[in-house]
């Protein structure tokens, strides 16, 4: 979304963004927007559905845990040509987030947790380890969306095997594994046009070397970023950085 006038509004995210009118922000939005931001009548803020769509709103007043809204007309902000999916092997502790929040912000458009065969992280044991985990990724990544005022809130999938990875590399238009063995700099690949580039992502103790094995049987590239090796919580920022420029997606 373009600077001006809007830029600097804080952004809530509701199921559906209303027509011009009147709006009632209520819920954990309301309550965030009323009690913790403490906006007052005159101000304004950002709705957005999370899916693109968005509106400016002005508070008309201040409730107990809700603000009543004037509604502006509505906007659409276009998917960009190059989608980016990050495949994140599952980091261990608090950097688990912080891989997350850092994407996001970055501006990846799907996450994908997958489960390396080196994770020291694990989602599998239980039955419902996985949705939690997924669960918390989801609502990380919907923080991180409202911070940098995106309006549109990457999707975070179910937890993948290597056989899953492998498949979303075939279906993708360019796929890159990000690892200190490749000799390619992210820089000299050819991005395409149009079209969902997949990233890989290995965990702390690296990808197995099957798994490289199987990637690039199934047509990724593997590239460097440079001469550092980055932490796993860290590296799909950088690199989203890089594809950022080289796509067209910052220009």
Known sequence: ????????????????????????????EGRHAATVRRLRPGERLMLTDGRGSRAVAEV???GRGSLTLRVGDAALDPEPAVRVTLVQALPKGERSD?????????????????QSARCVARWTGSPDKATRGRARWQSVALAAAKQSRR??????????????VAALVRSSACALVLHESGSEPIGAVTMPAAGTMVLI????????????????A??????????????????AVVALGALGVLTGRWA
């Open 201 to 216: 992502v290995g965990p702390e103790g690296g990808l197995a070397p099957e798994e490289l094995e199987t990637f690039v």
């Open 60 to 62: 008309v007043s201040a």
């Open 1 to 28: 979304m373009s600077a001006g006038p809007e830029a600097g509004l804080p952004f809530f995210v509701v199921s559906a963004v209303p027509g011009p009118g009147e709006f009632l922000l209520d819920g954990d």
């Open 98 to 114: 912080l891989a997350v929040d850092l994407a996001t912000e970055a501006g990846v458009d799907e996450i994908v947790p997958w």
């Open 151 to 164: 309006s549109r809130v990457p999707g975070v999938r179910p937890l993948a095997d290597t056989a899953d």
């Open 218 to 235: 199934a047509g990724a590239r593997v590239v460097r970023l440079g001469p550092e090796v980055l932490r796993t919580s860290t590296a």
